[in-house]
Nanobody
Framework: QVQLVESGGGLVQAGGSLRLSCAAS????????MGWYRQAPGKQRDLVAT???????NYTDSVKGRFTISRDNAKNTVYLQMNSLKPEDTAIYYC?????????????????WGQGTQVTVSS
């Protein structure tokens, strides 16, 4: 009923930039917090950044000052601008969102993930 689709990953040299996008689709009533997580090979999935519907943001320490999370509520889309990328930023990046959606005449809560997009930073 609801889908999250990421785009924008790729291969970039250290010091470069990438911008990730994640669009939510479906019969959406509202979206609360949206966020980005990442998972490097052999490691757990960790928080990168989150943003509430009101625009309050939170970042993990390792990306503060380099990454910026933003959202376009009219487009149900969250972005992650990544600057000054480092090899240790290499991971699969996943979008996450808390969504209220319609199914029939009822509303349901969905806490879902996108399919992930690979970010590779070469040294």
């Amino acid at each position: 009923q609801v889908q999250l689709v990421e785009s924008g990953g790729g291969l970039v040299q250290a010091g470069g930039s990438l911008r990730l996008s994640c669009a939510a689709s479906g019969r959406i009533f509202s979206i609360n917090t949206m966020g980005w997580y990442r998972q490097a090979p052999g490691k757990q999935r960790d928080l990168v950044a989150t943003i509430t519907s009101g625009g309050s943001t939170n970042y993990t320490d390792s990306v503060k000052g380099r990454f910026t999370i933003s959202r376009d509520n009219a487009k149900n889309t969250v972005y992650l601008q990544m600057n000054s990328l480092k090899p240790e930023d290499t991971a699969i990046y996943y979008c996450n969102a808390d969504i209220t959606y319609y199914f029939g005449s009822r509303r349901y809560e969905y806490h879902g993930w996108g399919q992930g997009t690979q970010v590779t930073v070469s040294s």
